[in-house]
């Protein structure tokens, strides 16, 4: 069962609406979507056309939530001297949609 509830949320994280499986269905990043750029002293998460109303969510694979931060200009910077190396959830939220990404921080 918990492997189960963990499958569910990550795939919600990745943008799954829970009920749809055909995977056409899905457009993954529109032009609009955020730059993310990543190195090993920070993310940087830029924004063509931003919303001030934009959240920007980092988490790890076990679905813990890492670091939240409100967009307040065009561009969004978490600093990652303290991240474990690994595969993290970089999480795009506004009042219409959620826009998910994979990163690498190594």
Known sequence: RLG???WWMLARLA???GGTT???DHEEY???SPLIEVSKEEIRVKFDDFSLNS????YNLNGSLIDT???ISSCCIFRTYDYQPGVYIIAVTDN???KT???VIS
Not at 55 to 58: D, I, K, Y
């Open 22 to 24: 055909d995977i056409n």
């Open 96 to 98: 219409k949609q959620l």
């Open 4 to 6: 189960k509830a963990m």
């Open 15 to 17: 943008g799954w609406d």
């Open 55 to 58: 959240t920007v969510s980092l």
């Open 30 to 32: 529109p032009s609009s």
């Open 69 to 71: 931060k409100r967009v």
């Open 101 to 103: 990404k994979k990163i």
